[in-house]
């Protein structure tokens, strides 16, 4: 059987995706499979699913490198480090791209890297550390958003998520913290390359912290896991 390089959607999880691939195929029903490489729900962009015999190379696909565009929205941090978690920390100020540049080129590294809560290695409660490592770090562009067009856009794809899990206290807290802070957000777009098993979510709160401001993973879109590209993705 061959390796399914497919477009997972932000809002369904890789089980979601793992079966809307078997009914859309009537080959895959009896068929053994599983994902190379997880995302987070509001993740989107290249997933691999491997079946059948190939099950058992599932680890060479599990480590292949991946690249990563990612928006990162400054002034703000949340419990997960994404927008579907609880505000816990705000402070907003002049940020200035040459500082986002400079900041972003010293994530380029090898360290050791603690899983952020609420992922699949930590749900027992367990902090999950891993080794990893950034290649390259491109700032492609910042932009602002309004506290009226973040809540709308944060409206939108938390309540896309399947499955309960604080989805209502999620943007019930969004919707008094952004009208208490009515003002524009800082967004900064960069494409990052690194080794498997890398949290983009992480990485968001580490710039943050090296511009001395709370920073959270905005948006995540997976656009290469080794020689598999999102130009080839399968969209179900």
């Known amino acids: 059987m061959p390796i399914f390089n497919i477009y997972k959607p932000a809002g369904l999880t890789p089980l979601e995706v793992l079966e809307k691939l078997r009914t859309s195929k009537a080959e895959l029903i009896r068929e053994k499979m599983t994902y190379a490489g997880r995302l987070d729900p509001l993740a989107e962009g290249v997933m691999l699913v491997v079946t059948g015999e190939d099950?058992?190379?599932?680890?060479?696909?599990?480590?292949?490198?991946?690249?990563?565009?990612?928006?990162?929205?400054?002034?703000?941090?949340?419990?997960?480090?994404?927008?579907?978690?609880?505000?816990?920390?705000?402070?907003?100020?002049?940020?200035?791209?040459?500082?986002?540049?400079?900041?972003?080129?010293?994530?380029?590294?090898?360290?050791?890297?603690?899983?952020?809560?609420?992922?699949?290695?930590?749900?027992?409660?367990?902090?999950?550390?891993?080794?990893?490592?950034?290649?390259?770090?491109?700032?492609?562009?910042?932009?602002?958003?309004?506290?009226?067009?973040?809540?709308?856009?944060?409206?939108?794809?938390?309540?896309?998520?399947?499955?309960?899990?604080?989805?209502?206290?999620?943007?019930t807290g969004w919707q008094k913290w952004l009208a208490d802070n009515n003002q524009m957000f800082p967004v900064v777009k960069i494409t990052i390359s690194a080794s498997s098993g890398t949290y983009m979510r992480v990485l968001a709160e580490e710039l943050g912290k090296v511009l001395n401001v709370p920073a959270l993973a905005y948006k995540i879109k997976r656009t290469k896991v080794g020689e598999y590209s999102i130009t080839d993705s399968i969209v179900l």
């Open 55 to 171: 099950i058992a190379r599932k680890e060479q696909f599990l480590n292949l490198p991946k690249t990563y565009e990612v928006d990162i929205l400054l002034g703000v941090g949340t419990d997960t480090g994404d927008v579907l978690g609880l505000v816990n920390e705000f402070k907003l100020g002049k940020i200035d791209l040459t500082e986002v540049k400079k900041a972003s080129a010293g994530l380029v590294s090898r360290r050791w890297q603690t899983a952020p809560r609420y992922s699949a290695p930590g749900i027992d409660g367990k902090e999950f550390t891993k080794e990893v490592e950034v290649f390259t770090v491109q700032v492609a562009d910042q932009t602002e958003i309004s506290a009226p067009d973040l809540l709308l856009d944060i409206e939108k794809r938390v309540g896309e998520v399947i499955g309960d899990f604080r989805q209502a206290k999620i943007t």
